[in-house]
């Protein structure tokens, strides 16, 4: 359309307004979502969540125990392993609900105060609630694990525990910065879209806390 804004005498293009609006709509975001608390996110929720548990809760059986992999790789220059790990597992220990709520518009609730993480996120095409823990012996080994010395491993529940996902975080220095390898499993006989939607869930979450991260270190 060719839209033109001058601002005291700067021209901007349409990408400067974009982005501005993309920050103001995160900051905006994470303030109702701060305003409205977890327990009225659970009511405002409900029907949706009921909804999610009963399609996935089958997925398991209906799946003969088979499990699929989604995982998105990622690179940071500016940042090593440590100070990362530093910044994140300290915002995830301290129940940091801004940086949690704020990395993903479609982060409705993360409550980590408890050991156990309670989330309300979109997985495929609407929120589920689940109970993620971080804990050692998941199940996922492909190739090229050696590469990653830091490997953070979970396990995500629904309410009634029904195993409904497992991840795997790795994370490695290499010559370009960062490497970041994220993978989570679903039961294979998931919708195609759930193994999609999450690789993109996991670009986008964890673009915003490497920038976190950076901007504090």
């Avoid at 301290?94 to 993480?117: C, I, Q």
């Avoid at 290499?174 to 970041?180: K, N, Q, T």
């Amino acid at each position: 359309m060719g839209i033109r804004t001058v601002i005291d005498g700067v021209e901007y293009g349409d990408e400067v307004v974009r982005r501005w609006e993309l920050d103001r709509s995160r900051a905006a975001l994470t303030l109702l979502k701060r305003r409205i608390g977890d327990e009225r996110m659970r009511e405002l929720l409900a029907l949706d969540l009921a909804e999610s548990d009963a399609s996935m809760a089958p997925l398991p059986k209906g799946s003969g125990g088979a499990w699929r992999s989604a995982v998105t790789e990622m690179t940071a220059a500016g940042i090593d392993v440590d100070r990362f790990l530093t910044w994140w597992q300290g915002r995830l220990a301290g129940g940091d609900r801004s940086a949690l709520l704020s990395a993903n518009p479609e982060h409705y609730l993360a409550d980590s105060s408890g050991g156990v993480v309670e989330i309300i996120e979109t997985i495929g095409s609407g929120p589920l609630r689940f109970f993620l823990t971080f804990h050692d012996g998941v199940e996922i080994a492909d190739e090229g694990h050696e590469e990653y010395p830091v490997r953070i491993g979970g396990t995500g529940r629904l309410g009634d525990g029904t195993e409904i996902a497992r991840v795997m975080h790795e994370f490695g220095d290499g010559p370009d910065g960062l490497r970041i390898r994220l993978t989570i499993q679903f039961p294979a006989n998931a919708p195609e879209h759930v193994f999609v939607g999450h690789q993109w869930h996991f670009a986008c979450e964890f673009t915003n806390w490497l920038e976190g991260a950076h901007a504090q270190a």
